[in-house]
């Protein structure tokens, strides 16, 4: 299972997603565009995966 912390790429949140990498992934996408107001490019993508941890 892998973990992406939304405080561990800079922001002041404590929002946590769990899962497989495209669960990971997903979550990370709904929560970036839905509370982050963020637009999803392959920078923000390298970036969620370079903060990626393994449970």
Do not use: R
């Amino acid at each position: 299972m892998k973990q992406v912390k939304c405080a561990d790429l800079g922001n002041d949140c404590d929002f946590v997603a769990k899962g497989t990498l495209e669960e990971v992934m997903s979550q990370v996408a709904d929560h970036a565009t839905g509370v982050h107001k963020m637009t999803i490019t392959d920078d923000v993508v390298a970036a969620v995966k370079g903060v990626m941890t393994e449970l």
